[in-house]
């Protein structure tokens, strides 16, 4: 079974609106943390926001959220009022385990595309 | 600018051959991870080192090798290199505690041509 899963290829949104972009993820591991990142065209990874699965509150970082639901294992970024640098690619990923030294896997990525 | 510097930015290099990657973390942070991003295999973690010692190994070929020195730079070195060997190779670091710290803030990325 994949470990995280990203089922929109490609979401388009007005400037502006609000986005939410999804992700599942899959493990038994009572401990990990859920990360999203950004790739614009450029080909740098931003890292932009972060969860820990004992976190009880959703986090946040200025215009994103994580809309973190444990009992579905799902960890949807909301990014809200779009903006036209906002356009790149987003990749949900996992670090497993409690101790430093677990593996990160990362989904295959949504192309968000902001229109003016 | 994540902190987090690569040398070299592009290399193309003929298939057989050795390369070796360089990654110097953000000042202060301890873990160093490399990545493989390619069209095929979207981003796959290939090993993490902390202070100096191997604590994670993913997908990494046995012809890739990597270590961490004592200044905590890295080096991923790549032999017999194949024509699916191309791809972007990240590095990414991260400090030492729990929790948000395992953020990772990635380097630009090592442009691999094998032709």
């Known amino acids: 079974a994949q470990k995280i899963t990203q089922t929109q290829p490609g979401m388009f949104v007005q400037e502006k609106e609000a986005v939410t972009l999804d992700c599942t993820y899959d493990?038994?591991?009572?401990?990990?943390?859920l990360f999203w990142y950004k790739q614009p065209s450029s080909g740098e990874m931003i890292f932009l926001i972060y969860?820990?699965?004992?976190?009880?509150q959703n986090a946040t970082e200025g215009r994103y959220s994580l809309n973190f639901q444990k009992a579905r294992k799902s960890a949807n970024l909301v990014i809200s009022a779009s903006q036209l640098g906002d356009s790149a690619m987003y990749f949900c990923?996992?670090?497993?385990?409690?101790?430093?030294?677990?593996?990160?896997?990362f989904g295959t990525g949504t192309s968000l595309t902001v229109i003016p | 600018d994540s902190g987090v510097t690569q040398t070299p930015k592009h290399l193309i290099t003929a298939t057989g051959q050795r390369v070796t990657l360089r990654c110097s973390p953000r000042?202060?942070?301890?873990?160093v991870y490399w990545y493989q991003q390619s069209l095929d295999q979207g981003l796959q973690f290939l090993i993490q080192?902390?202070?100096?010692?191997?604590?994670a190994k993913g997908n990494i070929l046995e012809r890739f090798s990597a270590q961490q020195f004592p200044d905590l730079h890295s080096e991923l070195n790549l032999s017999s290199l194949e024509l699916g060997d191309s791809a972007l190779y990240f590095c990414?670091?991260?400090?030492?505690?729990?929790?948000?710290?395992?953020?990772?803030?990635f380097g630009p990325g090592t442009r691999l041509t094998v032709t």
């Open positions: 990414a670091s991260s400090s030492r505690d729990r929790g948000r710290s395992y953020e990772q803030y």
């Open positions: 493990t038994s591991d009572p401990s990990y943390g």
């Open positions: 969860q820990g699965s004992y976190d009880q």
């Open positions: 990923a996992m670090r497993e385990g409690a101790f430093t030294g677990n593996q990160f896997y």
């Open positions: 000042s202060g942070d301890l873990s």
């Open positions: 080192y902390y202070n100096g010692e191997e604590r």
